[in-house]
């Protein structure tokens, strides 16, 4: 029924030329960086000034990949650790050949669907839709871990839309670990090798003109950048006038 509605709001979407109905804005970056923060405050201006604008999650969540996500707990492959009161999870499934080579598909099947309908669905309603975290951030785990190839990253990339504006917040190793460690956080949050993470995304950056925003400056300053930004890119497509 999902898959239907998607393609039911493909086909029936208003054509204007060439030009996409909506506009899409992702924002990318390692845990603490600030991402979600940028997106919320984003989406306010947006709004207030009369953009419709929506917000969307691209994260991990698993619903089908539950069941292999058990799967490999009960095989010991996953590791909960309390740190400071926090509970974070590590899983290392590179001993285990089979399930390395499943894992990118196994979390795909949540990721894709649900990439699909929260970013594609509003943007054929010619919405501005600003996504806290999208596919960069998917081929950003899978590609450290040495688990996506060229085709596997080339699919990904070809099932879902481009965006219009991408955002990198870049954030030092040290910071990112401190606001990790901030109590209140929604989610369990996984141990990685953050310095790691960090250059796959700035090569990422690189290869799909991602904007890299220091996320260690001043948050008000990031938030101005960001809009001014984004007004420039909605103005040049046509869907805002300054």
Request: contains cysteine.
């Amino acid at each position: 029924m999902v898959m239907t509605q998607v393609m039911d709001d493909i086909r029936t979407a208003p054509q204007e030329g060439h030009r996409r109905s909506g506009f899409l804005i992702t924002f990318s970056g390692v845990d603490g960086s600030g991402k979600s923060s940028q997106v919320v405050s984003l989406q306010r201006t947006l709004s207030l000034r009369g953009i419709p604008a929506v917000r969307a999650w691209g994260g991990n969540k698993p619903t089908l990949s539950y069941p292999f996500l058990a799967l490999i707990r009960l095989l010991g492959y996953t590791q909960r650790k309390r740190i400071q009161g926090l509970v974070f999870v590590q899983r290392d499934i590179s001993r285990n050949r089979a399930i390395s080579r499943l894992w990118p598909i196994i979390l795909a099947l949540d990721f894709v669907p649900k990439a699909l309908v929260s970013v594609t669905i509003p943007l054929h309603r010619r919405k501005v839709v600003i996504c806290d975290r999208y596919v960069y951030d998917f081929i950003a785990e899978l590609s450290q871990e040495r688990l996506l190839g060229i085709r596997g990253r080339r699919i990904l990339l070809g099932l879902l839309p481009r965006p219009n504006l991408a955002f990198l917040m870049d954030v030092d190793v040290e910071l990112a670990w401190k606001r990790a460690l901030i109590p209140g956080r929604a989610r369990e949050q996984p141990i990685y090798d953050l310095s790691g993470r960090r250059r796959t995304y700035l090569q990422l950056s690189k290869q799909f003109r991602m904007v890299v925003v220091d996320g260690g400056k001043d948050a008000a300053y990031n938030r101005s950048l960001v809009l001014d930004r984004t007004l420039d890119e909605l103005a040049m497509s046509g869907l805002y006038t300054r």
